[in-house]
């Protein structure tokens, strides 16, 4: 990046300030460009943010008022050349619009003036930017270019998961085991895939669905076996375990392996080798093991249904995954990458609305859902934009029920269904401590989500306070 989006603090705060993190602004997606890069900003130092227009993405520290501003521009023709300020207040931060053209938008409502919740997400002409409260330290601006991921999947704007990342690719040309843990479709085989890549080793890429594995043919299929050893055996076979000769073995979903199978993988990783049935001797191998689950291997291993020695032997480094619904500030970038891989040099756009609502939907089939959710919605939509009837309807629903009106706001003057939502919102603010993270995970909805229903209900999250 350039002289605009240097570093624009090389110190990091200290103290209690520097723990819990300080506020961010997230340039997450354009709608008329989804492969723009994305951005991420640092408000620490920073009293104000000016947002407009410009040639170029770009941001810069400007100190000439007397008060830390920061100036980000974007390359958006829907927004003003002076569009919106933030301003830090006590403490908090609030956003008002400069006159703009086509108005400023805070959680899908057009507003003049706001105050700025954790989460929130503020639009400005066709472009998506979403607000923070606490992202621990890392540098005040970086652009997603400026990442230069090593393989792909190790992009992100998520602090805490670029420092797993890159632990993994510390580690990536080594022997050290790597455990991917995550939900199911959060990427976890995107990453084995990425640390192979990264290693150097010449041989294959073996990915085994340990899930898949017949308990009956466990051993066989993972040892192979030799012409003979059994009825049906008319051939010699090397098994799953010596094809990842020279290269990498993902073993994807080790917490489903039987136990039988986990006894013969400990001695392929405590000797080297392997003796496949109906053989006299071991035959050596050499492969990288890297493993993935989305289940808790400890409680199983408590619970004796996987091995404590073999689970010794799997965690060298491990690598969580937050799911999509927790790193949305990355959902921008994960969609380009998604759309070059199943639309090579093709140019497609999003509505602001089919934007907003990948961003309020809660994706709790992650990584893989929103797939499966762009390359439906861009075949439908053909030569056009992507609109939010394209998209599937649990999606776009989210954003009607995002939307939906509050009827007299008090609680007796909701209807039904809203009334019914409040309750569950309650009970899980009540059962998380009023934690509204752990409160969108118990309801399975995306955490931007909550903060719009804790706002339309007028919920107070001190009354959950543990």
Excluded at 124 to 153: I, K, M, N
Excluded at 346 to 353: F, P, Q
């Amino acid at each position: 990046m350039g002289q605009s989006t240097r570093t624009l603090s090389r110190e990091v705060r200290r103290g209690t300030a520097a723990r819990a993190g300080v506020p961010h602004l997230f340039v997450v997606l354009s709608c008329d460009r989804p492969s723009a890069p994305a951005m991420r900003c640092s408000l620490e130092h920073v009293d104000e943010v000016m947002l407009g227009r410009a040639d170029r993405r770009q941001a810069s520290r400007v100190d000439g008022s007397g008060v830390p501003r920061l100036t980000i521009g974007v390359d958006d023709a829907w927004m003003s050349g002076s569009h919106a300020l933030l301003r830090r207040v006590l403490g908090s931060w609030t956003i008002e619009d400069l006159g703009s053209k086509n108005g400023t938008l805070v959680g899908g409502r057009r507003c003049q003036r706001a105050e700025l919740e954790d989460g929130d997400l503020i639009e400005l002409g066709h472009t998506f930017f979403l607000f923070r409260t606490r992202v621990p330290p890392s540098g005040d601006v970086l652009e997603s270019g400026a990442l230069a991921p090593a393989a792909a999947g190790f992009a992100t704007l998520v602090p805490s998961l670029a420092g797993a990342l890159a632990c993994a690719q510390a580690v990536a040309r080594s022997t050290v085991p790597v455990a991917v843990r995550g939900e199911s479709g959060t990427g976890k085989e995107v990453v084995a895939s990425a640390i192979h890549a990264l290693s150097g080793r010449a041989g294959p890429f073996q990915a085994v669905n340990c899930g898949a594995l017949p308990p009956t043919l466990v051993d066989s299929e993972l040892l192979g076996y030799r012409k003979g050893a059994f009825t049906g055996a008319d051939e010699d076979r090397a098994g799953l375990v010596r094809s990842a000769h020279g290269g990498t073995l993902f073993l994807d979903e080790i917490g489903d392996l039987p136990l039988t199978g986990q006894a013969a993988l400990l001695r392929v990783l405590q000797e080297g080798e392997v003796k496949p049935i109906g053989a006299t001797r071991p035959v050596k191998v050499d492969v990288r093991l890297v493993s993935a689950t989305h289940r808790d291997l400890e409680a199983l291993a408590a619970e004796e249904k996987f091995r404590p020695d073999l689970l010794a032997r799997l965690g060298g480094v491990t690598i969580a995954l937050p799911p999509l619904r927790e790193r949305r500030e990355d959902l921008g970038l994960l969609a380009a990458t998604l759309l070059r891989r199943h639309f090579p040099g093709r140019e497609i756009a999003l509505s602001c609305e089919a934007a907003r609502a990948l961003l309020v939907y809660g994706w709790p089939l992650n990584v893989r859902e929103l797939e499966r959710c762009l390359q439906a919605a861009v075949v439908l939509a053909g030569e056009g934009a992507v609109e939010l009837r394209h998209l599937p309807p649990a999606v776009a629903a989210s954003l009607a029920e995002d939307a939906a009106p509050t009827g007299a706001g008090a609680p007796e003057g909701l209807a039904e269904p809203d009334r019914r939502r409040r309750e569950e919102l309650v009970a899980a603010l009540r059962q998380s401590g009023g934690n509204v993270t752990a409160a969108a995970r118990v309801l399975g909805k995306a955490r931007v989500q909550l903060q719009r229903w804790i706002k339309r209900y007028r919920i107070d999250r001190g009354e959950f306070h543990r």
